[in-house]
Each structure stands twice: as C-alpha cells, then as structure tokens.
C-alpha cells in the first residue's frame, strides 16, 4: 500500500498543518505493515505555476518533475495533504500541484454525459488548519470547499478532514484546536486497520 504525503505550509517548525500530517502519517504507518511513504514538500520543493511554457512542456526539465508528481498521485491508495488556510483558499504551491495533477486524459476526462473523474479509489486525508473560526460550509471557505471539489472531479469521494482552525486567536485556543485534530486522527485510520 503506497501513501503519499504532502506539505505546502510556508511556516516550517510552526506550521500546524505539518504536525498534524506528520500525525497522520505515523498512525497510518502504525496500523498498515508494509506501508510505503513518498514524501513532497512544495514549499521547499515548489512546482513552477502552470504557464504556458510549462503546458507546452517548453523545458523538459519541468515537464519530467509534473509527470512525476502526477505518477505519485496516481500510485497513491492513500494521500496526506497539509492545507494551511491562506488568504481563504490554499498556499499557491498546493493549487500548483493540484494544476499538475488535475491532468484532462489522466484523471478526469470530458464525456458527452459531462465530467468523469478517473481517479477514484483513493482516500483523501487533509489536514487544515486556519488563523481565524470558519466552521463547517462557511461562506468564507475557499479552501476546505475547493479541495473537496478538486479531488470528487477527479472521481475521489472519500476525502477526510482532520481540521484545527482559530490558531491566530491566541495560545490557548491554538493549543486546544491542535489537541482536538490529533485527537480526531482515529477515524479515518480505523477503517485501514
Ligand atoms: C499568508 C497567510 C495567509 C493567511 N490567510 C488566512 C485566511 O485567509 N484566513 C484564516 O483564517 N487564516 C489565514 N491565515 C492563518 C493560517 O491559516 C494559520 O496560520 C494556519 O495555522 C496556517 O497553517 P500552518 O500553520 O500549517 O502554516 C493566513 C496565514 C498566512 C501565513
């Protein structure tokens, strides 16, 4: 079983998101024998926006690391993905990777019935974390709302949320909404036991 496990928060050894995908990782690792984890961090290892030199594949350089990406995705059963709230959406470098992995022909086609993800079978994981109180359907939610539509496009319906929000409010707060998301890791890792 293959899982792949990725990083956008831009904030390093305080990023929320990281800890709670490093969480999330070690307990799949925990209950699953055998495991293997292919790890990418954008915000280390960013992928270039998608500009049209990039969509001609212009530099073959690039085109190999977007192909890359996508095979990872594709081989996943299982992808861990830390989403930081930024400006209500995602960091620009996880909306980068989306760009190379939402690929027409690869996993999601147009038909005359419409849209058809070709990806399904897989399970989303994502860790969000958020500076300020949205909750569930918010108005103001670009993120969590944008990356369950993303992967049910591409035909993935079992995507997961393991959320700790408010963290700009104060220590308190920050430190109860971080105990509670690891507290929630268990649900989705009992199904894989
Ligand atoms: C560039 C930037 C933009 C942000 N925009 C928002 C926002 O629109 N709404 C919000 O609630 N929090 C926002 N925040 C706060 C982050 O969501 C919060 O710090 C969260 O913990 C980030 O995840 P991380 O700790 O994994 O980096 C923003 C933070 C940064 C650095």
Do not use: C
């Not at 909306?95 to 019935?113: L, P, S």
């Not at 035909?155 to 393991?162: A, L, P, Q, S, T």
């Amino acid at each position: 079983m293959k899982l792949l496990h990725v990083d956008s928060s831009a904030l390093g050894a305080n990023s929320v998101s990281r800890q709670l995908t490093a969480a999330i990782v070690a307990r799949w690792q925990d209950n699953v024998a055998g495991l293997e984890v292919i790890y990418r961090d954008l915000d280390n290892n960013p992928l270039p926006h998608l500009t049209g030199a990039v969509l001609a594949k212009a530099d073959p350089a690039v085109a190999a690391a977007g192909e890359q990406a996508l095979q990872e995705f594709l081989d996943a059963d299982v992808v861990v993905v830390g989403a930081p709230m930024y400006n209500f959406s995602v960091p620009s470098t996880l909306k980068a990777w989306i760009d190379r992995i939402a690929v027409a022909g690869r996993t999601f086609r147009y038909t005359e019935q419409g849209p058809q993800g070709l990806a399904g079978g897989k399970k989303i994981v994502v860790a969000s974390a958020r500076g300020s109180l949205h909750g569930d359907d918010a108005p103001t939610d670009f993120q969590e709302a944008y990356l369950r539509q993303v992967f049910g496009f591409l035909g993935i319906d079992d995507v997961g949320f393991v959320r700790a929000e408010g963290i700009g409010l104060g220590p308190q707060q920050r430190a109860e909404a971080i105990s509670g998301a690891l507290a929630a890791i268990a649900a989705p890792l009992r199904e894989a036991a």
